[in-house]
């Protein structure tokens, strides 16, 4: 099983950023997918995720409206588009699978199988 995490980068506070997620290896459409994020000297924080069961969507408060996060089960992708990023959105972005699919389960980190190896997102103010 493979998590490719890409498209971070350095950009400007109140611009937007598209993260994708490529997996491999991996039954893409019996896991649902999140995103959590990890800022110097901070714990792992969860962002949103996607469920496979009912394609709900479920943000952390601190990117509601800002963020939304999607998949492409035709090409084993989970998305995270992110707009009006800023400097607290700072972070190492990883990617998860997951067999749960409650929000409750889906915002916990113990709760995903697979993760993916970071992608890195600095914004400046």
Known sequence: VQLQA???????AGESL???????????RIYSMGWFRQAPGKAHEFVAAV???SGSAYYANSVKG???ISRD???NTVYLQMSTVNPED?????CAG????????LT??????YWGQGTQVTVSS
Request: glycine share 8%; net charge positive; proline share 0%.
């Open 6 to 12: 890409f498209g971070g980068g350095l950009v400007q």
């Open 73 to 75: 089960n035709t090409r």
């Open 18 to 28: 598209r993260l994708s997620c490529l997996a491999s290896a991996f039954s893409f």
């Open 66 to 68: 800002r963020f939304t």
């Open 90 to 94: 700072t972070a190492v972005y990883f």
């Open 51 to 53: 469920s496979y069961r």
């Open 98 to 105: 997951s067999g749960y699919y409650s929000y409750s389960d």
């Open 108 to 113: 916990a980190a113990i709760k995903y199988d």
